[in-house]
């Protein structure tokens, strides 16, 4: 397909709250919503396998409990109206086969969903299909045995980012309006930054919760993903809500999170540091593009500063804490299920089973100490900027790359290193698109928030986004 291709629909055209505010005055209806969601599928799969699993006739289905369901939420902020939107393979779907991209459950089929994904069926969502993950979410590169490789609509030869590379996919094509994600180590943010779109890693329980398994657990957290800030604050808001199944899961706040970015930000203060003291390697290139999105940002307004907290022992504690993950959960599946794990994967569970208490116990303290830092600093500043990821996309073959500026990239992991400080501390993150390569292949810029700063993020993110322009420019054709 070419890029100045004219078959994409032109409801796919549009953005998710125009599509939304066309739907809740009956301009639209939600069957040519879902046609037009349909319709763009078939067009561009082929040449991107983003959304491998089609559930057409339980979203048509579902359109009949529409009215029902409105008479009960159509009046909150998140209220989607019956919008087409796309769930990522690691979140069941009661009904749709569900695999978490790994062969021993390439046949599994749940019959109660997450309850995220129920949230959001109840507020309007109409769930069109389930988007390609890497297998257990674990990688920077989507790809698994039982899908294949979701490729870079940009360019189909290179990768799209992971872990919800099926979901940033899905956007920047036009399948879909909103597409949902989840986050450990990048895995909303490299995606988004790797094909032009928008992703948040909210506050740990700001969009549901942890694990089933480990409810408790708040490293990696689900979050929206959208082609434009606002429609991922629109996406936000449909998904805050606290659930008694979710222990961690937070209330919806008073004000909107639309509301929030509506209002304009005028003067952002904004720190940014190109390695984070260091701590992670970046291409010359990649840094350019960044310096010259902020300068776009100052010249509207923005401030920024040069600026970065004390980071000792991210590494140590981040690591240790995603060991704990992989030891509560994947170590915990059926050998049958765990036999057909890839390589990169039974390492992250032998890492995590053989811990020592006294890390666990040193990771606990250190994170602390990492997050009153952050939390000090983001005082004299409204966000910290970093780049998401440090180079350019990678061939689609390649799992993960083997350095970066030089930097040797020891295993799948350490070329995300960018990603560790929001996990580690709990802090909002979000990438937004700043600009493209050479190769003409976008770049997104890393925003971090203070605790609990979804707003505040968002507006900034917005600001930026409207400073560079790069959103406007999707969906595209598959080049």
Same mark, same amino acid.
């Given at each position: 397909?070419?890029?100045?291709?004219?078959?994409?629909?032109?409801?796919?055209?549009?953005?998710?709250?125009?599509?939304?505010?066309?739907?809740?005055?009956?301009?639209?209806?939600?069957?040519?919503?879902?046609?037009?969601?349909?319709?763009?599928?078939?067009?561009?799969?082929?040449?991107?396998?983003?959304?491998?699993?089609?559930?057409?006739?339980?979203?048509?289905?579902?359109?009949?409990?529409?009215?029902?369901?409105?008479?009960? %939420?159509? #009046?909150?902020?998140?209220? +989607? $109206?019956?919008?087409?939107?796309?769930?990522?393979?690691? =979140?069941?779907? &009661? !009904?749709?086969?569900?695999?978490?991209?790994?062969?021993?459950?390439?046949?599994?089929?749940?019959?109660?969903?997450?309850?995220?994904?129920?949230?959001?069926?109840?507020?309007?969502?109409?769930?069109?299909?389930?988007?390609?993950?890497?297998?257990?979410?674990?990688?920077?590169?989507?790809?698994?045995?039982?899908?294949?490789?979701?490729?870079?609509?940009?360019?189909?030869?290179?990768?799209?980012?992971?872990? %919800?590379? #099926?979901?940033?996919?899905? +956007? $920047?094509?036009?399948?879909?309006?909103?597409?949902?994600? =989840?986050?450990? &180590? !990048?895995?909303?943010?490299?995606?988004?930054?790797?094909?032009?779109?928008?992703?948040?890693?909210?506050?740990?329980?700001?969009?549901?919760?942890?694990?089933?398994?480990?409810?408790?657990?708040?490293?990696?957290?689900?979050?929206?993903?959208?082609?434009?800030?606002?429609?991922?604050?629109?996406?936000?808001?449909?998904?805050?809500?606290?659930?008694?199944?979710?222990?961690?899961?937070?209330?919806?706040?008073?004000?909107?999170?639309?509301?929030?970015? +509506?209002?304009?930000?005028?003067?952002?203060?904004?720190?940014? =540091?190109?390695?984070?003291?260091?701590?992670?390697?970046?291409?010359?290139?990649?840094?350019?593009?960044?310096?010259?999105?902020?300068?776009?940002?100052?010249?509207?307004?923005?401030?920024?500063?040069?600026?970065?907290?004390?980071?000792?022992?991210?590494?140590?504690?981040?690591?240790?804490?995603?060991?704990?993950?992989?030891?509560?959960?994947?170590?915990?599946?059926?050998?049958?299920?765990?036999?057909?794990?890839?390589?990169?994967?039974?390492?992250?569970?032998?890492?995590?089973?053989?811990?020592?208490?006294?890390?666990?116990?040193?990771?606990?303290?250190?994170?602390?100490?990492?997050?009153?830092?952050?939390?000090?600093?983001?005082?004299?500043?409204?966000?910290?900027?970093?780049?998401?990821?440090?180079?350019?996309?990678?061939?689609?073959?390649?799992?993960?790359?083997?350095?970066?500026?030089?930097?040797?990239?020891?295993?799948?992991?350490?070329?995300?290193?960018?990603?560790?400080?929001?996990?580690?501390?709990?802090?909002?993150?979000?990438?937004?698109?700043?600009?493209?390569?050479?190769?003409?292949?976008?770049?997104?810029?890393?925003?971090?928030?203070?605790?609990?700063?979804?707003?505040?993020?968002?507006?900034?993110?917005?600001?930026?986004?409207?400073?560079?322009?790069?959103?406007?420019?999707?969906?595209?054709?598959?080049?």
């Amino acid at each position: 397909m070419g890029k100045d291709s004219n078959i994409i629909p032109e409801l796919c055209r549009l953005t998710a709250h125009q599509m939304v505010d066309l739907l809740k005055n009956g301009e639209v209806s939600p069957a040519e919503a879902l046609n037009a969601s349909i319709t763009r599928i078939e067009q561009v799969e082929p040449a991107v396998n983003a959304m491998p699993t089609v559930c057409r006739s339980r979203a048509e289905k579902s359109l009949g409990t529409l009215e029902q369901r409105a008479s009960e %939420s159509a #009046g909150e902020p998140g209220w +989607l $109206a019956g919008l087409p939107i796309g769930i990522k393979d690691l =979140s069941p779907v &009661a !009904g749709v086969r569900t695999t978490w991209g790994t062969t021993g459950l390439k046949d599994f089929v749940p019959t109660i969903s997450d309850p995220l994904v129920e949230r959001l069926e109840q507020r309007g969502g109409t769930i069109i299909g389930k988007t390609n993950t890497p297998e257990m979410g674990a990688g920077g590169n989507t790809f698994n045995d039982i899908f294949g490789m979701t490729r870079n609509p940009w360019d189909n030869s290179k990768n799209a980012g992971g872990s %919800s590379g #099926g979901a940033a996919v899905s +956007l $920047a094509t036009g399948e879909v309006w909103l597409s949902h994600g =989840s986050d450990l &180590a !990048g895995s909303l943010r490299t995606p988004a930054a790797y094909c032009g779109v928008v992703g948040l890693r909210p506050t740990p329980g700001r969009a549901g919760g942890g694990p089933a398994p480990a409810a408790f657990e708040i490293e990696g957290v689900q979050g929206p993903m959208a082609r434009n800030v606002l429609d991922c604050a629109l996406f936000l808001d449909a998904m805050a809500g606290f659930d008694p199944r979710q222990p961690i899961s937070l209330e919806a706040p008073a004000r909107s999170f639309q509301d929030a970015v +509506l209002q304009d930000c005028i003067r952002p203060r904004i720190a940014y =540091s190109a390695d984070l003291n260091g701590f992670a390697s970046v291409e010359p290139e990649i840094e350019t593009i960044m310096r010259s999105g902020l300068a776009k940002a100052m010249s509207d307004g923005a401030e920024v500063d040069e600026g970065c907290p004390p980071l000792d022992d991210l590494e140590r504690t981040y690591m240790t804490l995603r060991g704990m993950l992989y030891g509560a959960v994947n170590a915990r599946y059926p050998e049958e299920v765990q036999k057909h794990f890839k390589a990169t994967l039974k390492e992250n569970i032998k890492f995590g089973k053989q811990l020592d208490i006294e890390d666990v116990y040193d990771a606990q303290r250190n994170r602390t100490t990492l997050y009153h830092a952050m939390r000090s600093f983001l005082s004299e500043f409204d966000v910290l900027a970093c780049p998401v990821v440090g180079l350019e996309q990678g061939p689609v073959e390649e799992e993960y790359p083997g350095s970066v500026d030089g930097a040797a990239i020891n295993d799948y992991i350490d070329w995300l290193r960018f990603s560790f400080l929001s996990t580690t501390t709990s802090l909002p993150s979000i990438s937004v698109p700043i600009g493209f390569t050479k190769s003409r292949m976008p770049v997104g810029i890393q925003l971090i928030g203070p605790p609990r700063g979804e707003a505040k993020l968002l507006s900034v993110a917005r600001f930026i986004e409207r400073s560079v322009g790069i959103t406007e420019q999707l969906p595209i054709d598959p080049r």
